[in-house]
Every structure is written in C-alpha cells, then in structure tokens.
C-alpha cells in the first residue's frame, strides 16, 4: 500500500480561482509592458524628429525604460503573493502602481511638450 507523498507548507493546494486571479494581474500586467514596448518602439521609428535634438529618443527610451520595469516587477509580485496565498499569509502589498502612475505621468508629460514645441 503507497502512501501519498505529504504537502510541505510551501506546496500547499490552492483553491485553482486564487492561482487564476494571480495569473490574470500577471498577465495584465504584462500586457501594460507589452503596450509601453510598442509604444516605445513606435515613437522611435515612426514620430518625425522634434526640433529639440534627442526628444523623441528620450520619449521613446522612457517608455522601453517603464516597460522592463513593469515586466520585471509583474514577474516580482506574481511570485510573492503566489508564495504568500500557498503559505497562508497576507497578501503582499505592490510598489508597481505608483511607479506605473508615476512613469506614465512622466511620459504623458513629455510627450506634451514634445507637441507643444514641435
């Protein structure tokens, strides 16, 4: 007669919704750096130079720039609170709003004054 092999703490089942609402917030945030890279990519290639001398690049750099952040910190907070909920603590707390508020903020401003002095 086998015994079934025990569950550590760590490995514990998960009602399968938990882990699909975690996968879902990953994948949307993928999707929101998967946007920032297009984006990115296409001021670089398709925007018409500004008169100010490296504007597009630095519009287009700070898109690419908030995109590995998001990408990076999407992969960072999925695996935290995957770790938490199997483990039965509090769901961590994310820093990744404010730096997405905050970054598109800021290229929501450049981009303005691109417009504004082409």
């Known amino acids: 007669m086998a015994s079934e092999p025990q569950e550590s703490e760590d490995e514990a089942q998960l009602d399968y919704r938990f882990d699909l609402a975690n996968e879902r917030t990953f994948l949307a945030w993928m999707r929101t750096s998967l946007g920032l890279l297009a984006g ?50 509090t769901l961590p707390r994310t820093v990744m709003v404010p730096i997405l508020s905050a970054g598109i903020a800021i290229i929501s401003v450049l981009a303005g004054v691109a417009v504004l002095f082409k």
């Open 40 to 89: 990115g990519v296409a001021v670089h290639t398709l925007v018409q130079p500004f008169k100010t001398a490296g504007f597009r690049r630095a519009l287009a750099v700070s898109c690419l720039v908030l995109a590995v952040i998001v990408a990076v910190g999407a992969y960072g907070h999925w695996r935290r609170v995957g770790t938490a909920m199997r483990r039965g603590e």
